[in-house]
């Protein structure tokens, strides 16, 4: 099965109780790829995680307890540096391909990487640039086979 890079918001459902449904799929699509050690996150991912469980959730994480999910997070994923080389490709891509640059950074991070997936609840499902492939996990058509290679 291929490496896949999660996304921001498929970290921070597993902590928000506004929707039971995206909340268990999230947690247990990231088991799986935790178990498998295949899941790989940014470390764009790991503030934007942070910053949502602080402020964007109806019940905000405690900061010791925010600090220590990033901290758990981690642990169980490889964490992507950005560096230089991200931070070009990802300004290239930006405006090849109109996106923002902080989405730009993370497929930035995934090709760099070689990590042929991103999974985001924020692009279409199955939209292929340059050898990296966005799978949305709530789309009626995910199926976690998808990301074998």
């Known amino acids: 099965m ?3 890079l999660v996304d921001t918001n498929i970290l921070v459902y ?11 799929r999230a947690r247990g699509i990231i088991d799986e790829l935790v178990k498998s050690e295949r899941a790989f996150i ?3 991912c790991l503030t934007e995680f942070f910053r949502s469980v602080r402020w964007r959730l109806p019940e905000p ?8 999910q990033v901290k758990r997070i981690s642990e169980a994923c490889e964490v992507l540096d950005l560096t230089l080389q991200v931070v ?5 891509a930006s405006n090849r391909h ?4 902080w989405d730009a950074l993370i497929w930035a991070a995934a090709k760099v990487n070689e990590i042929p997936y991103i999974l985001t ?3 279409e499902h199955n939209r292929f640039i340059e050898g990296v492939r966005y799978l949305n996990p709530f789309a009626a058509e ?4 998808l990301l074998e290679a």
């Not at 109109?98 to 640059?101: F, G, L, R, V, Y």
């Open 61 to 68: 994480l405690h900061p010791a307890d925010a600090f220590a």
């Open 121 to 123: 609840e924020d692009a």
């Open 2 to 4: 291929s490496d896949i």
């Open 42 to 44: 940014s470390v764009q």
């Open 142 to 145: 995910f199926e976690m086979n």
């Open 98 to 101: 109109q996106m923002s640059i």
């Open 14 to 24: 597993p902590h928000d109780p506004r929707d039971r449904e995206k909340q268990e």
């Open 88 to 92: 070009l490709e990802a300004c290239r």
